[in-house]
């Protein structure tokens, strides 16, 4: 029986990645925003983590496919449009979290992206708890 990769800790660590990305998304980008104060904030803010990841996950490689000629033709910007558009879309899913620009949109999806993969170097995707980036503490004697 082949041993499955899947892990609960991989998928959290992921999950909270996603959150502190977005949080520095909305805190810096005009146009994303979090309306809710308090602990309803901290709950949106997760909601809307977990809904762009599951977007990501199951509705975006669908769009990405359909669209493809255009996206060869724009040499892979048009990724940026549907990046910004499953922001919206996770706007018209999660209350509390709105996007109320284009423009912010397509600056916000890009850095939330960026700080994906980013935060994603640093978390372990096997069981030894390794992560893609590895280092070692230099003796200087």
């Not at 990769?5 to 502190?20: E, Q, R």
């Not at 520095?24 to 904030?41: A, E, S």
């Not at 669908?62 to 669209?67: A, E, G, R």
């Not at 033709?73 to 620009?101: C, D, P, Q, R």
Request: net charge positive.
């Amino acid at each position: 029986m082949a041993r499955s990769n899947f892990s609960v800790k991989y998928l959290f660590f992921k999950w909270m990645a996603n959150a502190i990305a977005l949080f520095v998304v909305v805190n810096t980008v005009k146009g994303i925003d979090i309306t809710r104060q308090g602990i309803d904030g901290f709950v949106t803010l997760a909601a809307a983590a977990l809904i762009i990841g599951l977007i990501n996950t199951f509705i975006k490689p669908v769009i990405f496919v359909l669209t493809l000629p255009l996206n060869v033709l724009t040499l892979g910007l048009f990724t940026l449009i549907i990046n910004a558009a499953m922001f919206g879309l996770t706007a018209y899913m999660v209350k509390g979290f709105e996007v109320t620009s284009v423009i912010g949109a397509l600056i916000g999806a890009l850095l939330f992206s960026i700080l994906s993969i980013l935060f994603g170097l640093f978390i372990p995707d096997n069981a030894e708890g390794s992560a893609k980036i590895k280092y070692r503490v230099i003796d200087k004697d």
